[in-house]
């Protein structure tokens, strides 16, 4: 996957949230919970344009990081609204798998990237 396609993929990812989060339910608690998600979902795609525009190989590795800790970030999130049955867990086990598959693709960049 080249940076264009993950820039789209983890852009798409910040829009299916954002949605998710405005059909929970109105109550105190789904709104803290989807302001944290929203936050750090947008942030994931948000800052991995920051990635791709990294002025050297130590500021690429440390953006890199903050996108990963973001993703990790999205993904517990999300399981909060599953486990504490904000939204069924079939309505958001899609993104469940995108946030564990995004916060992968990180992880492994950084640490090729370290190891170079």
């Not at 990180?106 to 170079?116: D, L």
Request: charged fraction near 30%.
């Amino acid at each position: 996957m080249d940076k264009e396609e993950l820039k789209k993929r983890s852009k798409e990812f910040a829009l299916r949230v954002i949605r998710l989060v405005e059909a929970l339910p109105q109550t105190q608690t789904s709104q803290v919970i989807g302001n944290q998600l929203s936050r750090s979902a947008t942030s994931v795609a948000a800052n991995y344009r920051a990635v791709c525009r990294a002025r050297s190989p130590a500021d690429f590795i440390h953006k890199l990081g903050i996108v990963e800790e973001e993703a990790d970030e999205s993904l517990f999130w999300l399981e909060i609204i599953v486990e504490t049955k904000l939204m069924p867990a079939n309505r958001v086990q899609e993104l469940l798998l995108e946030a564990d598959e995004l916060t992968a693709i990180f992880v492994a960049s950084r640490k090729t990237a370290k190891g170079r």
